[in-house]
């Protein structure tokens, strides 16, 4: 018997939890240095069929450019398209803690509680700020963060315009920026955590 392909599994999946799945490969073209073919593969599966504003996106390019992610996961969500920034938020490990002069040039968003939980990269716009600031939405950030040991929070980092709801629309995102997810337990408890934040977002 075969191995079932990553798309194999979160077909599966789709069909596990009723929900719709579309996903695309392109294949590379072959070269004199590429004599084995790859794809550009991406994958997307929304939490609700009617609403369609969060989304889980796989995605994997062996020959994205320089500087940019090859391969991710995770979940998607429209936000106000006020907020422009690109940020990054990771949870503080023990090296930042102790490295005074990285310290110091972290991004603050002016909550203490919030502020020496994470490290935020990026430029924060007010809108960004405005948003990072709500302690009911700091409360479920650090909840995501603390998903996985790579989790990362994301805004408009990404490019993912293949997703028609999402194309040129601001975004915030909890991201595994180093592989697929392809547990369900895992998928679904990204997805549950990017409805708290999405409830609490929209809302206001």
Known sequence: MEDKS??????EFARSTNR????????????????FRKFKKYVYVPYDKLERDNFFIWYSNP????????????????ISSRVKSKISIRSKNILDKVN???????????SESFDSKVVISGDIDSAAKKLLSQSRIQSQLLKALGIATFTTI?????????VPELKGK????????????????GIDKIFRQMEKIRNIIYEQ
Do not use: C, M
Request: charged fraction near 20%; charge should be negative; avoid cysteine.
């Open 6 to 11: 990553n798309i194999d599994i979160l077909e």
């Open 20 to 35: 719709e799945i579309i996903h695309k490969e392109i294949p590379f073209p072959l070269t004199g240095i590429r004599t």
């Open 63 to 78: 020959y994205a450019r320089v500087g940019n992610y090859t391969v991710f996961s995770g979940a998607f969500i429209p």
């Open 100 to 110: 005074v002069f990285s310290q110091s040039r972290h991004n603050k968003i002016g």
């Open 154 to 162: 994301s805004i408009n980092e990404f490019d993912i315009d293949f």
């Open 170 to 185: 601001s975004y915030l995102s909890i991201i595994n920026p180093q592989s697929w997810e392809l547990e369900k337990t």
